[in-house]
């Protein structure tokens, strides 16, 4: 079912529809390992196995043998503050195998090269907040582990 609005239909005046699904899908690198043409996407609740399988043909032309999913219940989270608890929506995990010859290694999205530029700045970073944390605390010696701020 979709959530889009369309003016209403008027005689003599056709108007092309378009009735779009509210269908969709995510890539996810699978927790536990998997075969080289074992594919694992996370998707609405109401997508089925042929649905998940005609998306991936019809859309992306992927060849899939098959689809196997199982639906994973949302966490339940309470409010440190609060008396609510919240919980995550519902979704379907699916496994999709590829065919035998086919294989999908998952994309690296961040180089070696960027990793250790990163690393670079990132300990330089720490180094002056570790630098401006030390001048913080050391306003009160007297009382350690108590915040400078909090002076009488």
């Not at 108007?15 to 536990?32: E, S």
């Not at 080289?36 to 032309?61: A, R």
Request: aromatic share 12%.
């Amino acid at each position: 079912m979709s959530t889009r609005w369309y003016p209403l239909y008027q005689k003599g005046n056709p108007q092309l529809r378009v009735f779009l699904p509210n269908f969709w899908m995510k890539l996810v690198k699978p927790t536990v390992e998997q075969p080289k043409n074992v594919v694992q996407f996370i998707t609405s609740v109401q997508m089925t196995n042929h649905d998940i399988k005609n998306y991936l043909e019809k859309i992306y032309k992927i060849p899939v043998i098959e689809v196997n999913t199982t639906i994973v219940s949302g966490e339940f989270k309470k409010q440190p503050d609060h008396q609510y608890v919240i919980k995550d929506d519902d979704y379907r995990r699916a496994l999709v195998t590829l065919p035998r010859g086919a294989e999908f290694e998952f994309p690296e999205v961040f180089p070696e090269e960027v990793k250790e530029k990163e690393d670079e700045a990132l300990a330089k970073h720490r180094k002056e907040l570790r630098k401006g944390y030390v001048g913080f605390t050391s306003k009160c010696k007297k009382r350690p582990g108590v915040p400078g701020w909090f002076g009488l």
